[in-house]
């Protein structure tokens, strides 16, 4: 049974930094897409990034989070991070580690698309 388990969520002053991480079990994901979502209150889960295989590792992201914040996996440890500097109030809400089956080409920024989701790890930016 796949597994993934997000970690390093918690409360952080505007400005501040937090370094999200994913863990999966059951498969690995190495040549596969994987994503982080995001969801506030009140509104619909949203992309944040992804890592994409096409050849090699390629990464995507949001428009409001580019120079920001940073994905990157580690294939030994099956593990996807999400590195996030510059924090911003508008970045609170809870985030989603979610892994698809297979590259996803184009369609890494589609929620539906991916087969995979962790429970989530709130994130709470202070201004």
């Known amino acids: 049974q796949v597994q993934l388990v997000e970690s390093g969520g918690g409360l952080v002053q505007a400005g501040g930094s937090l370094r999200l991480s994913c863990a999966a079990s059951?498969?690995?994901?190495?040549?596969?897409?994987m994503g982080w979502f995001r969801q506030a209150p009140g509104k619909e889960r949203e992309f944040v990034a992804a890592?994409?295989?096409?050849?090699?590792?390629?990464?995507y992201y949001q428009e409001a989070v580019k120079g920001r914040f940073t994905i990157s996996r580690d294939n030994a440890k099956n593990t996807v991070n999400l590195q996030m500097n510059s924090l911003k109030p508008e970045d609170t809400a809870v985030y989603y580690c979610?892994?698809?089956?297979?590259?996803?080409?184009?369609?890494?920024?589609?929620?539906?698309?991916?087969?995979?989701w962790g429970q989530g790890t709130q994130v709470t930016v202070s201004s």
């Open positions: 059951g498969r690995t994901f190495s040549s596969a897409a």
């Open positions: 890592i994409n295989w096409s050849g090699g590792d390629k990464t």
């Open positions: 979610a892994a698809a089956h297979r590259p996803l080409g184009s369609l890494y920024f589609t929620k539906y698309d991916y087969n995979y």
